[in-house]
């Protein structure tokens, strides 16, 4: 089932005009917390850029999954809420079967709930985002929840713009560029 967290790394530097740290968040499906070189050094990965952020920074070492499917999680992480209160109980596109009915599930983050991407560019922060959102496409992408202006994408995926050609199938190495 994807959609683990893996955890936070939150690189702390005071910058020359500003005591505000600077903040990132990785967030991979199915990468547990153990994975991690920072985490465990005797991981069978090797996760040298992450360990070095870790390092320089600030390491979190508890957390919690609000969902085991992704985008309950990305959700609960963006807004702070438990999925139910956002509407979002399965991974987007999911419809689970059996004999119980499934809660309700939006097929968007809505825009009406306040991210931490838009608090944080409230704030004054530039917010960067590259790889999976999987919270809703179109009028729902990140470009409408804090991040961007300018990223292209699809539901699942979306980047800075570029010139090079869109990932064509899951496992396309551009896809981690």
């Given at each position: 089932?994807?959609?683990l967290?893996?955890?936070?790394?939150?690189?702390?530097?005071?910058?020359?005009?500003?005591?505000?740290?600077?903040?990132?968040?990785?967030?991979?499906?199915?990468?547990?917390?153990?994975?991690?070189?920072?985490?465990?050094?005797?991981?069978?990965?090797?996760?040298?850029?992450?360990?070095r952020?870790?390092?320089?920074?600030?390491?979190?070492?508890?957390?919690?999954?609000?969902?085991?499917?992704?985008?309950?999680?990305?959700?609960?992480?963006?807004?702070?809420?438990h999925?139910?209160?956002?509407?979002?109980?399965?991974?987007?596109?999911g419809?689970?079967?059996?004999?119980?009915?499934?809660?309700?599930?939006?097929?968007?983050?809505?825009?009406?709930?306040?991210?931490?991407?838009?608090?944080?560019?409230?704030?004054?922060?530039?917010?960067?985002?590259?790889?999976?959102?999987?919270?809703?496409?179109?009028?729902?992408?990140?470009?409408?929840?804090?991040?961007?202006?300018?990223?292209?994408?699809?539901?699942?995926?979306?980047?800075?713009?570029?010139?090079?050609?869109?990932?064509?199938?899951?496992?396309?190495?551009?896809?981690?560029?």
């Open positions: 089932v994807s959609g967290l893996l955890g936070a790394v939150a690189a702390v530097a005071a910058a020359k005009d500003s005591a505000r740290p600077n903040v990132i968040l990785i967030l991979a499906d199915d990468l547990g917390y153990m994975d991690v070189g920072a985490y465990n050094p005797k991981s069978f990965y090797e996760t040298p850029n992450i360990d952020l870790a390092a320089r920074g600030m390491k979190f070492t508890a957390g919690y999954s609000a969902c085991p499917v992704c985008s309950p999680t990305r959700a609960s992480i963006m807004t702070g809420k999925p139910v209160r956002v509407g979002i109980t399965d991974f987007i596109g419809n689970r079967k059996g004999k119980l009915l499934p809660a309700p599930n939006r097929d968007h983050l809505a825009l009406e709930e306040v991210t931490l991407a838009e608090t944080l560019r409230d704030a004054g922060y530039t917010n960067f985002f590259a790889g999976k959102w999987h919270l809703g496409a179109g009028a729902y992408s990140p470009n409408a929840q804090g991040f961007g202006p300018g990223l292209a994408g699809t539901n699942q995926f979306y980047y800075p713009s570029t010139d090079l050609p869109p990932p064509d199938k899951t496992n396309d190495p551009k896809t981690t560029d």
